[in-house]
């Protein structure tokens, strides 16, 4: 599509400007001239002079002109130079000056017009990213609105752009968008489940709560119940009435079994005594004191009995149900095992019962599994072992203890939660990362501490304050940063006791900061190998826990540190 402003192309004689096709109504004569200016006939200079009807002329069409065209062979690059821009303009020009229409052949307005037209937007485009389409068209509009004279003679008086983001970019915009609206919803759906699982939580120790109200409520009815097999047949048949036939047939096989094995006991009895008798070894008036040392006493309510009769002249002693004549009835005496004490399974006597402490402690060990500790994680890790060895073989002051194991480095990881050690406790594994920061673990310790501490004081009676065992190895990264969790931690109401060891080079600072008390900050000597100073934490360590554990057995709390050989007490900041 082309706009051609001069009407003919080669001239005319000024007689046939009529006989030109499609002549608008508003145009201009224009008369070359040899050697000077083109002269020109206008509306407004018709009449003033006679140009003569046989002069060489050209006609330019003085009209508006309106067209709309998309610009699609110019690339209207953006901002980031990898996207492109889209426009269609809307676009009104007209001929002021003739003249340099004709003098310049213009034969096509569009390729004058536009070409103006995309130099100025592309300088716009460039300016802005591909995400702001409005904003690019509102600046070349805004460039645009007025009345623009070109040196070509035509006049601009219109001119409206729309821009938008090609095909490419609008994917590109899309799939931004799309991707944005996933992470939005991510995140709500993270903070729904995060919450789902709180709830969760919370029901879960709810109901655990209740399991062990109710065990215990059912320990303390069957306190003083004696666990025979009468008993738990009843226990079974208060729980389960529909199973009474099955437990009626238990019973009766039961006692079937045991007046089976009374039996074979009684007549094992009897032939012991008539062999004595027989021999010569005891004597008739020897029978009751008999019956009391080897028979043992007398079961009542047996239901079986062996009778001596007194043997008559000349016949061998024998043995017969009923009343032995001139003498009281001997009945057969049950094993002490069933007149005595609960049944005991296994074949094995029982542990003997450890008392309840008076107070329980709950201990967290904070371990330092960054870099710095590469040399020492092994000790560490010996350290658990030792410390789990300590416990196991003490059950004393293992039920007075509930540990938790924590190892920090970037972040915090709760290795061992808080439990009682024994042999079957799963010792954790440690290794190395990069990093060392306080303040994570600062903040795990404030989550876990209250929340473990209320949830034991609906275990036990009496809860001890809290300790923590800390461990610093490595320089903190955040050392403005986590003094702050730290004051928060020990403005809480349940805030721990802290020991804390530092091991390694220029610890004193840090420690004292740490400790929640002066005298509860210790660090190893100078010039001391790490591995070693890591096994004069385990020392520290175990020697603490077992003084604690002791204390509170003894309804107390008594937390006093004793330097082992490689640590000693940090040196108070001046």
Known sequence: MSVSLILNERVISRSRVGELPNLPPSVAIVYPVEGGPFEVETVRTFGQR???????????DLSDHRRQASVSKTPLTCKDGGH??????????????????????????????????????????????????????????????????????????????QMEPDQAAARYIQELEEA????????????????????????????????????????????????????????HLVRHPEETTHALELLARVRETEATQHEIRDQRHAEMVKYLIERGVVREVDLPGLRQGVLGPSAPG?????????????????????????????????????????????????APAVAPPSGLIPVYVVLDTSQAAADCVTDLGNALRSVQTLLANSPDVAAAIRLSVITYADGADVVLPLTEVSWRTGVPGLSTSPGCRYQPVLRRLLDLVPLETERLKEQVPRVLRPVV????????EDDT?????????????????IVACGIGTDRDRVVQRLASRPELGVVAVEDADLAQSAVQFSVLLQQTLLHLGR???????????????????AVQEQ
């Open 84 to 161: 492109r821009f889209q426009a269609t303009i809307d676009i009104g020009f007209k001929v002021h000056d003739p003249v340099m229409v004709v003098s310049r052949n213009v034969r096509d307005a569009l390729t004058v017009v536009y070409g103006y037209l995309t130099d100025r937007i592309r300088l716009q485009a460039s300016r802005f990213a591909i995400t702001e389409a409005m904003a690019a068209q509102l600046a070349v509009n805004q460039e645009l609105d007025r009345e623009i004279r070109l040196p070509e003679g035509i006049t601009i008086y219109y001119c409206k752009v």
């Open 481 to 497: 940063e986590w003094p702050v969790a730290h004051a928060d931690l020990m403005a809480h109401k349940y805030f721990p006791h």
């Open 180 to 235: 944005r609206r996933r992470a939005r919803l991510g995140v709500h759906v993270h903070e729904a489940r995060r919450s789902e699982t709180y709830s969760d939580e919370d029901i879960e120790d709810i109901r655990a709560a209740g399991r062990r109200r109710r065990q215990s409520e059912e320990r303390a009815a069957l306190g003083n119940t004696r666990l025979d097999f009468d008993n738990l047949i009843r226990e």
């Open 469 to 476: 065992f800390f461990l610093a190895v490595g320089q903190a």
């Open 302 to 350: 047996t239901g079986v009995a062996g009778v001596l009769e007194r043997p008559d002249a000349g016949q061998p002693a024998s043995f017969a149900s009923g009343a032995t004549p001139g003498g009281p009835n001997y009945s057969a005496s049950a094993p002490a095992a069933a007149q005595s004490g609960p049944v005991q399974w296994g074949g094995s006597a029982p």
């Open 50 to 60: 006679w140009f003569g009807k046989n002069r060489a002329c050209y006609v330019v």
């Open 551 to 569: 204390s509170a057995i003894a309804g107390g709390m008594e937390l006093k540190l004793d330097c082992p050989q490689g640590l000693r007490p």
